[in-house]
């Protein structure tokens, strides 16, 4: 019994490890609810399996190796068709947009305007007439941009995501009204004729276009 107690424990503080390379060098406050639940999930399974004498140690194995493909399986769908993202990954959502604070962004992911203010004051902000922008992550935490000086020009300067890996993000473009033909015009104009040589493109209308060509 001893020997296959070690023998789990062991292949499974493999597993973890190999897991948490598998998800990247990610910060904790990067990770993603699914990648909270799949750790949590795993946990379990080496929890429930450790001291059940019925359960056998390539049974053990078999299910962290099930658990883990089909992580890595979800990982590559969401990467592979942006759609699936949202329902998922999740998606950033702007809670506070040209210094208006957004209700059926809050509504929508229930959250309270005093747990808003709590984000804000963690990050020095006591009042919301300071920020022009406030944008929940999909892992919980808050990414905000203060207003400035340069703040009475009209233009809106928060950075756009418009090509993620390669790939037109359409949620984008629903959101600032555009369409794939108004992305493909504005990379030929700064002189990128081939589309899928772009790995990474941001816009804002006060900066403009910025690339990141594949290498």
Request: aromatic share 8%.
């Amino acid at each position: 019994m001893m020997l296959t107690i070690t023998l789990k424990v062991i292949l499974g503080f493999i597993a973890l490890m190999l897991v948490i390379r598998l998800m990247g060098k990610k910060e904790l406050s990067e990770v993603t609810p699914f990648d909270i639940v799949f750790l949590l999930m795993l946990g379990g399974i080496l929890e429930e399996t450790l001291y059940d004498n019925k359960v056998q140690v390539w049974h053990f194995l078999y299910a962290i190796i099930l658990w883990t493909v089909l992580s890595l399986m979800t990982n590559l769908a969401v990467r592979k068709y942006d759609k699936l993202r949202p329902f998922i990954k999740g998606e950033p959502s702007i809670l506070i947009n040209k210094g208006v604070l957004d209700i059926k962004e809050l509504k929508k992911n229930k959250m309270e305007t005093e747990q808003l203010l709590s984000l804000l004051r963690q990050q020095g902000i006591f009042s919301i007439r300071e920020v022009k922008y406030v944008i929940l992550e999909p892992g919980g935490q808050i990414s905000v941009m203060k207003k400035d000086s340069s703040d009475q020009i009209t233009t809106d300067t928060l950075p756009r995501l418009l090509i993620d890996e390669g790939q037109i993000v359409n949620r984008t473009l629903n959101q600032i009204r555009k369409n794939e033909q108004w992305v493909i015009n504005l990379l030929k104009k700064e002189g990128y004729e081939d589309i899928k040589k772009v790995y990474y493109a941001e816009w804002s209308e006060g900066k403009g276009l910025y690339v990141q060509c594949n290498e």
